[in-house]
């Protein structure tokens, strides 16, 4: 387990005070600044390097390499988009963190800004996130009081504009291009055309807001305090968040490659009626494959262990399901919003969704046939391969994860 | 250059292509069926796919960057699979009624499904039958059997300008949905019908009237929009059913404006077929013989100079050469064009004509439009002028823009501001390297007409929109048949109309002219030539049919200067005959003969008349002359009032009509 010295969201729970800039400055934030910004961007960047940070988002790049090529984009201007657009069934992390974390989040944008030459940022904020876009939005102009942000940060010559941009209500945001469109104020959708990875024409570098709040003590307690915690190749921390049929659903802060069990047990009281009564497991937010019992029993939650068992870390959002649940409801639902937040660009997604769903809810509802499930596996396979954005493929990973493991709860509800 | 293996086979290929493009250089390009989607529909029907060796899963061909190594297969079984199977996901809601859809053998769906040998979506799955949308009866909508490709959308924002399009809801219920009350307002709408890939659009003149397959499709011009543009006329059972665009010379899909589209079926209607003489007040049908001896013996009777011919909106130009030179042989010098919107004398030179051709107004950059409306007048060229994000400024009646324009008032002292430089816009055309005047036809109709060209030539001028290299000069709007009366030089300096209704005349020689009422004659005897059963021809003594524009070689003069021939599409109806056969055979029975006996023979004559006839009309880009130096410009201001359609043609069809009446009512 994570001693508490070694952890970094130090109030991710709301218990040690509020998001004002003195309480944020009591626990710790903002109190490297003006050393780290005196060194150079490149020494930072190899800091980072060595610590071996990986993307807390979807492809979990190695954050080091992601900023080298970002760096070497031949533009004047650039902007950095922080991604807080979560919104997928079960994940419930970015909101504690801008309610309670918002100056360590603007901390690890300016690090993230001035290593890589940036200097306006947005974060991107769903729009029923009011109150935390509230606090952001004090958050910011405090510090800015402060001359943490705005021009000539400390005196160092650094600029960073930071603003909050209010999102839609589309999952399909996920993607960055189709964010980018909504933050120009058209329809969301994914765009691969020349500039679709552009905002407003220039370059821009996308970050999920926890890999942002890992970069202070990354850089004020070293690389190499930061690399010992995890496993090799999935060193750190990661907030994961334990939500169903647990006894005390919660957010904490844990090193990469703890025990499923052990999150579970610990954390979040154990599963209601008992370890014996756990159905599956959603590692991490909807998207990804759930895990029946016996996996669950020796997996650990990182990224490779996860990837091994053809799951994934996802978000990090567990979803624990005990026996009383019904699963193939589960899936029915997951299918159900998947078919609702498909964008509606690519026929692959779009119709295969909707069959997904169609198929699924046959099934649930006692109308469906044994052919049924060969028809959603093939479905499963076509929009996997051929779909234009991710979100596609991530409407297919819990459905084949489901047939991979649970099929026989699909049988057992066809007609014949 | 960078070395890639496509199917086996080395290939070197220039660095920063595509993987579709990089086979395409390597000249081992991806299927067929692909490449075809890929053309009209990029990244819609997901089939470009291919497979590189070594990597997991298939790769996006369009999308994924050619990389130097890369060993790519184009065509394996799990990619055809993988391809049939993203059709069949297109197809499930896509209703399985080909057999009534009206795209059915010119649909770019059904094509791909046929290439991949597929009949229907994924089996079990039922779809419903597309319902129509309400978006008028010319470009009607089902948008049950849309794929949601988006080209309409991207269509009517880019190019129409327009808002009437937008997509709606997400997930799977995305669709597009029209904003539309009774129709389209853009006047390029039409072209809805051709973007669309799978019978979302479809052209509502030519419902149920036949199958792609059973028309017989020829290439020819049409004359209703004056750029005269090339196009398709497929016709079926005897009728043209339906006109779109010929391709334009690079292979891109062209474009026609909706006048052109649907203003055909003016042809069809209210013909005259046969020749008619008077007899006690009366028409009486009769022979070709009598109808030219009548005529003829009529034209020999009177003074010569008590007779004269007036040419309108649908004669061509063989015809009005013939009708000049026989009015010349019976000793007659009153030839006029009719009643026209504009009279546009000869001596105007290139102030007739749009002098910037289609592809230099991408290059202009900065805008005055002076009493036009574009987007009725010049529909295609308003569309390459919105693709321009120039500076544009409008003086006169303010006319809807579908595009940002600065309006200046229609006061005329605005122009005298302009071209004194006074004004703020002259600072932006004089800084302008490329500067673009369009004028409207309306300015001819101005009692001050003299005066406002003088004031035209002095902006041009100062402004540089004539200069060497460059010309910027734009005269829209003004009909084709006016064009070529005013090339044959048969425009008079002062009309001969009102002459004729004070009784100057004994005998009228009316040619394609269709919108004289019996008391502009005055009396006269009148011999009618031309296609309609018009006012004009119900107040002749003598009807002589006519070929229309669709169903004769004839040349007309376009809104660019030169000189282009329709080719036959239709035989004529009844006993109608080409325009200037009749006058031949009339001038034998005047036993004067005109010296032409076939079309070479007419058109030698034409050439003669004008080098605009010949293929080498005057350089586009000559200086303009100024016209004159006559007359004060009033204080009248710019106006389009009094507008309306020179074209018969147009003025009678039903579907141009319906379209008038319907955005009448929408515009209140």
Redesign the interface.
């Known amino acids: 387990m994570l001693k508490d010295a070694d952890r970094i969201f130090t109030n991710i729970d709301g218990r040690s005070g509020g998001s004002s800039l003195a309480e944020a400055k009591a626990r710790g934030c903002w109190s490297g600044a003006a050393e780290y910004l005196k060194k150079t961007p490149r020494e930072l960047l190899e800091t980072v390097a060595r610590s071996g940070l990986r993307g807390r988002g979807m492809f979990a790049r190695k954050t080091a390499e992601k900023w080298s090529e970002f760096i070497k984009r031949p533009s004047a201007f650039k902007y950095l988009v922080v991604s807080v657009n979560e919104s997928e069934p079960g994940t419930c992390k970015a909101r504690s963190l801008l309610r309670y974390e918002a100056h360590r989040l603007l901390e690890g944008c300016l690090i993230a800004a001035y290593i890589c030459g940036i200097r306006r940022a947005y974060i991107y904020v769903r729009g029923v996130f009011a109150e935390e876009i509230e606090i952001l939005e004090n958050a910011i102009a405090e510090a800015e009081r402060a001359g943490l942000l705005g021009m000539n940060i400390l005196r160092t010559g650094a600029d960073l504009h930071l603003s909050v941009h209010r999102g839609g209500e589309?999952y399909?945001c996920r993607t960055d291009s189709a964010m980018f469109r909504s933050m120009e104020g058209s329809?969301p959708m994914p765009d691969?055309g020349a500039d679709g990875e552009k905002l407003f024409g220039s370059p821009v570098l996308v970050h999920n807001p926890e890999t942002l709040c890992m970069l202070p003590s990354v850089l004020t307690r070293g690389a190499d305090w930061f690399s010992s915690l995890g496993r090799a190749g999935n060193e750190g921390v990661r907030l994961f968040s334990v939500s169903g049929d647990v006894e005390r659903p919660c957010l904490v802060e844990e090193t990469l490659g703890i025990p499923m069990r052990d999150l579970i047990d610990k954390y979040a009281g154990g599963v209601i009626g008992g370890w014996q009564n756990l159905a599956a497991v959603i590692p991490g937010g909807i998207s990804t494959p759930c895990l029946p019992r016996e996996i669950c029993e020796h997996v650990r939650m990182d990224y490779d262990s996860l990837g091994a068992v053809s799951s994934g870390l996802g978000t990090g959002a567990l979803i624990v399901i005990g026996k009383s649940s019904d699963l193939v409801g589960i899936l029915r639902r997951i299918a159900l919003f998947?078919?609702?937040?498909?964008?509606?660009?690519?026929?692959?997604c779009?119709?295969?969704?909707?069959?997904m769903?169609d198929l699924i809810d046959g099934i649930a509802s006692g109308r469906g046939k044994r052919s049924d499930i060969g028809?959603l596996e093939?479905?499963c396979?076509?929009?996997e391969?051929?779909a234009?954005c991710p979100v596609g493929i991530s409407a297919v990973r819990p459905v084949s994860g489901f047939l991979r493991h649970f099929r026989t709860l699909l049988e057992e509800r066809c007609r014949d | 250059m960078i070395k890639l293996t496509i199917d086996g086979v080395e290939a070197e290929v220039s660095e920063g292509l595509s993987i579709a493009g990089a086979c395409e250089a390597a000249g081992r390009p991806l299927p067929n069926v692909c490449r075809r989607a890929e053309e009209t529909l990029p990244g819609v029907l997901r089939l470009s796919f291919v497979e590189i060796r070594g990597r997991d899963g298939v790769f996006d061909a369009r999308t994924e960057k050619a990389a130097d190594g890369m060993e790519i297969a184009r065509d394996t079984p799990r990619l055809k699979k993988m391809r049939e199977r993203a059709v069949r996901l297109m197809l499930a809601k896509h209703p399985p009624e080909c057999s009534v859809c009206e795209k059915a053998g010119e649909c770019l769906l059904q094509d791909v499904c046929f290439e991949l040998g597929l009949s229907s979506g994924d089996e079990g799955v039922v779809t419903p039958l597309a319902e129509t949308e309400e978006t008028g009866p010319l470009v009607r909508m089902h948008p049950g059997r849309c794929i949601l490709c988006m080209e309409c959308l991207r269509f009517m924002r880019d190019v129409a300008g327009t808002s009437e399009l937008a997509l709606s809801g997400k997930g799977a219920e995305t669709r597009i949905v029209p904003f539309v009350s009774g129709a389209f307002s853009s006047p390029l709408s039409g072209n809805l019908t051709d973007i669309c890939p799978a019978g979302a659009f479809t052209d509502g003149s030519s419902k149920f009237l036949t199958r792609p397959w059973n028309v017989e499709r020829k290439k020819t011009i049409d004359v209703l929009d004056s750029f005269l543009p090339p196009v398709f006329m497929d016709v079926a059972d005897g009728r043209i059913v339906r006109v779109t665009p010929a391709p334009l010379p690079d292979g891109r899909a062209g474009m026609i404006s909706d006048r052109t589209r649907f203003g055909v079926d003016g042809t069809a209607f209210g013909r005259v077929d046969r020749p008619y003489i008077r007899v006690d007040g009366r028409f009486r049908e009769c022979s070709w013989t009598e109808a030219l001896m009548t005529a003829a013996s009529k034209l020999k009777e009177a003074e010569p100079s008590r007779t004269a011919a007036f040419v309108g909106s649908t004669a061509d130009c063989e015809s009005m050469a013939a009708l000049a030179d026989m009015m010349k042989i019976i000793g007659s010098a009153n030839v006029d064009a009719g009643r026209f919107y504009a009279r546009v004398p000869k001596r105007a030179g290139r102030w007739r004509f749009c002098n910037t051709a289609a592809e230099d107004v991408a290059k202009a950059d900065a805008l005055l439009i002076v009493g036009a409306d574009p987007e009725r007048e010049a529909s295609l060229m308003n569309a390459a002028i919105r693709g321009n994000p120039m500076p544009k400024a409008l003086l006169g009646a303010r006319a809807e823009q579908n595009y940002a324009c600065e309006y200046l008032g229609d006061s005329s002292d605005v122009l005298n501001e302009l071209a004194s430089g006074r004004h703020p816009f002259a600072s932006v055309m004089k800084r302008a390297r490329f500067p673009m005047l369009v004028a409207g036809k309306s300015l001819w109709r101005r009692s001050d007409a003299r005066a406002v060209f003088e004031k035209l030539y002095e902006t041009c001028v100062s402004f540089g929109v004539v200069k060497d290299g460059w010309n910027g000069f734009n005269m829209v709007g003004v009909s084709a048949g006016m064009l070529g009366a005013s090339e044959l030089g048969l425009v008079a300096e002062t009309p001969l109309l009102p002459k004729a209704e004070e009784g100057a005349y004994d005998v009228l020689y009316l040619l394609g002219e269709d919108r004289l009422t019996r008391a502009d004659t005055g009396g006269a005897f009148v011999i009618y030539q031309g296609t309609f059963a018009s006012e004009t021809a119900m107040c002749a003594d003598v009807i002589l049919p006519g070929a229309a524009y669709t169903e004769k070689r004839a040349t007309y003069v376009g809104s660019n200067g030169t000189a282009k021939s329709t080719a036959p599409v239709l035989p004529p109806p009844g006993q109608a005959r080409e325009d200037w056969k009749i006058l031949r055979a009339l001038s034998e029975y005047l036993e004067k003969t005109l010296p032409y006996d076939d079309l070479d023979g007419i058109r030698d004559r034409l050439g003669a008349l004008s080098a605009a006839f010949v293929g080498s009309p005057e350089d586009g880009r000559t200086l303009l002359e100024p016209v004159s130096k006559e007359g004060n410009l009033s204080d009248e201001p710019f106006s389009l009032s009094g507008e309306g359609d020179d074209n018969e043609v147009c003025r009678r069809s039903p579907s141009l009509r319906s379209l008038k009446k319907i955005r009448k009512e929408n515009n209140g």
């Open positions: 589309a399909v329809r691969f998947f078919k609702n937040e498909s964008c509606g660009e690519c026929a692959v779009r119709e295969g969704c909707r069959l769903f028809r093939r479905l396979e076509d929009t391969n051929a234009l």
